[in-house]
C-alpha cells in the first residue's frame, strides 16, 4: 500500500509511557509487555498537548484513506515497522427504510467487514504485529474464536514471525481455514475461549512465545481505537447519541472511549459523548449482569454458548473497563437471544442489502429493543458496528431449483 512517508522514515512519536488501567501504575514504553505489575491491562499514553500542536484536522484530511492516517496517536515510532494489508476506513452504511420502519432516528452501520481478513480484528493485530515486529518478537500466541486468529496470523506472516494459534473446537470452519492457510499452526481445543488462553499462558514459560491474548498486549487497544478516531471525522467530528457495540473481550469498546477522550484533549472535538451501549447474546452475557448488578467485575459466565461466536466469551480481563466506559457514559449492556439475532440478520439482509455478521445482528436487535422499551430514544442517530463480514459465517443452504430442459413457468418465477 502507498504511505506518504518513506519506509526509512521516523514518524512523529508522542507516546510517553504506559500506565496500568488499574493502579495509574507508570510502565516504560518501547519493552516488551504483557499485563502490568498489579496483573491488569497497560493503556499507551501520549503527549496529547504535543499532538494538538502537531496535528490539525486539516493536515488529516489530506492524508490517505487508511488507519495509519492517525498516526500521530499509534504507538508505532518507525514506517518500516508498519505490517500493512492495506487497512482501509470502513464506511458508514445507512439503513434508510429499517429506520423509518422503526420511526426512530438514523441507523448507520460501521461496516468493518472490509477490513484485511474480513473482521475489524485487523485493526488490533495489524498495530499489535508492527509493535511485535518493533519489538523483535519472534513468535506470537493466541487463544481466538476465530477472527482474531485469522488477522494475527495473517500479519505475523506477512512480517515473517511465527503464529501458534488454539480456537475452541466449533470454531467455523472457514476460520479455521483462513489461520492455517494464512501460515499459522492452528490447534482446535475441546473448550472456550479462556480454556484456550490457559494453554497460551502456560506456553509462554515453556516455549517463549509472545502471549498475545485480547488486553494481555497493549497495542490491540490503540488499533481498535482508530475505529472511534474514524468514527467521529466521518461525521464531522461530531459523535453519535449512541454507539451499539457487540461486545465479547471489549477491546473496541474501550479503545473507542479512550479515542473519544484523546480528541477531545487535543481539541477536535467537545464534551459530548455517545451513550456506550454493550451488546450481549443472551447465552453469554457476563457484563450484562455484572452491569445490573451494580458490579465492578463479571464473574465467569458457565456454559457459554450463542451463534454470534466472536462475543461468546465468558470472562474478561478488561471487565471493569467495559462497565466504566458503559457507565460513565450513561449507556447500559444488553443481551439478545440468538432467535433475535437470526432475525434481525435476515431483516437487515433482505430489506438494506447488507449481509451482517451475527455478532452486527446482534446490535441491530438490541436497538430494535431499546427503542421498544424507551432505553434509547426515537430521535437518536445510532451506529451499529458489524464486525466482520457475513459472508465468514455458516449460511443457510438454499434448494430451489431450475430444470432448464422443462418448459420454464416464467410468470410464476
Ligand atoms: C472479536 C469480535 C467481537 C468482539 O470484539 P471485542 O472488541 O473483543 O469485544 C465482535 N464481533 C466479532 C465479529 C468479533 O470477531
Not at 69 to 84: F, H, W
Request: glycine residues 10%; charged residues 25%; aromatic residues 6%.
Amino acid at each position: 500500500m502507498q504511505h506518504d512517508d518513506n519506509l526509512t522514515a521516523k514518524l512523529p512519536h508522542f507516546v510517553t509511557h504506559l500506565e496500568c488501567a488499574m493502579t495509574g501504575e507508570r510502565h516504560e514504553a518501547d519493552q516488551i509487555h504483557n499485563l502490568s505489575r498489579a496483573g491488569k491491562p497497560l493503556l499507551v499514553r501520549y503527549d496529547l498537548a504535543g499532538v494538538a500542536k502537531a496535528l490539525s484536522k486539516q493536515t488529516l484530511a489530506a492524508r490517505p484513506a487508511d488507519l495509519w492516517r492517525y498516526r500521530e496517536l499509534l504507538p508505532v515510532r518507525e514506517a518500516a515497522n508498519i505490517v500493512s494489508l492495506g487497512e482501509a476506513m470502513t464506511p458508514i452504511v445507512r439503513a434508510p427504510k429499517l429506520a423509518a420502519r422503526l420511526g426512530g432516528g438514523d441507523i448507520l452501520v460501521k461496516d468493518e467487514g472490509r477490513l484485511p481478513t474480513g473482521s475489524f480484528k485487523a485493526r488490533g493485530l495489524v498495530m499489535a504485529v508492527s509493535m511485535a515486529k518493533a519489538l523483535g518478537i519472534k513468535h506470537m500466541a493466541m487463544p481466538t474464536n476465530g477472527n482474531a486468529g485469522a488477522a494475527l496470523a495473517a500479519y505475523a506472516s506477512h512480517a515473517g514471525i511465527k503464529t501458534t494459534i488454539f480456537c475452541p473446537e466449533d470454531t467455523p470452519e472457514v476460520n479455521v481455514s483462513e489461520i492455517a492457510l494464512q501460515g499459522a499452526a492452528v490447534y482446535r481445543v475441546n473448550g472456550l475461549i479462556d480454556d484456550c488462553g490457559k494453554i497460551v499462558g502456560e506456553g509462554k514459560a515453556k516455549v517463549g512465545w509472545f502471549d498475545t491474548s485480547t488486553l494481555k498486549e497493549p497495542y490491540r487497544i490503540e488499533g481498535k481505537k482508530t475505529m472511534g478516531l474514524e468514527l467521529a471525522e466521518q461525521l464531522g467530528w461530531q459523535v453519535p447519541d449512541a454507539i451499539f457495540y457487540p461486545t465479547g473481550g471489549g477491546t473496541g469498546l474501550i479503545g473507542m472511549w479512550k479515542a473519544f477522550a484523546e480528541l477531545e484533549e487535543i481539541g477536535f472535538i467537545g464534551k459530548k459523548r455517545p451513550r456506550m451501549i454493550a451488546v450481549q447474546a443472551s447465552g453469554c452475557a457476563p457484563m450484562v449482569k455484572a452491569y445490573e448488578a451494580g458490579e465492578e467485575h463479571a464473574p465467569r459466565w458457565e456454559n457459554a454458548h450463542t451463534i454470534a461466536s466472536g462475543i461468546r466469551v465468558p470472562q474478561a480481563i478488561g471487565d471493569f473497563l467495559i462497565l466504566r466506559a458503559v457507565r460513565e457514559s450513561k449507556g447500559f449492556a444488553i443481551a439478545v437471544d440468538d432467535d433475535a439475532i437470526q432475525a434481525a440478520l435476515d431483516e437487515m439482509a433482505r430489506e438494506e442489502g447488507l449481509l451482517l455478521c451475527p455478532e452486527g445482528a446482534a446490535t441491530y436487535a438490541a436497538y430494535k429493543q431499546s427503542l421498544k422499551d424507551g432505553r434509547v430514544s426515537r430521535g437518536d442517530q445510532v451506529v451499529l458496528f458489524n464486525c466482520a463480514s457475513g459472508l465468514k459465517y455458516p449460511l443457510p443452504p438454499i434448494h430451489r431449483t431450475l430444470d432448464r430442459h422443462k418448459p420454464i413457468d416464467y410468470a410464476a418465477l
